[in-house]
């Protein structure tokens, strides 16, 4: 599970349109209504977000974090990955049908 905060729904829905049709993600929850308190540069701020819950596998992870890096407005984007210790045999395998590999010789698919 990747955590990714995004400034708007647009932008959240477009990152996780690409992650599911790249299929590097089996699916992406896109939660509205979230309020980020933190520190940039030098100033305490106060924005509304949309959280993406991302599932893919962990061999997928350093892909997911680079099309995030690429399709995110951020300078900084939020990615963050959480184990997922346990689940449903038959989620986790639908979950794993769901992602795989990027092809190298799609230029689409990782951003170089």
Do not use: F
């Not at 990747?2 to 990152?15: H, N, R």
């Not at 959280?51 to 997928?60: A, D, E, S, V």
């Not at 049908?97 to 170089?112: F, L, Q, V």
């Amino acid at each position: 599970m990747v955590l990714c905060g995004c400034p708007d729904e647009a932008t959240a829905a477009q990152i996780a349109a690409a992650l599911v049709a790249e299929r590097l993600a089996a699916c992406v929850n896109r939660l509205s209504g979230i309020r980020s308190t933190y520190h940039w540069r030098g100033e305490l701020r106060d924005e509304a977000e949309v959280l993406l819950l991302i599932k893919t596998t962990t061999p997928l992870y350093a892909a997911v974090e680079l099309r995030l890096r690429a399709l995110h407005p951020y300078d900084l984007p939020e990615i963050i990955a959480l184990p997922v210790v346990q689940g449903s045999d038959p989620y986790l395998a639908w979950l794993g049908a769901g992602c795989r590999a990027p092809n190298p010789d799609d230029s689409r698919t990782i951003p170089t």
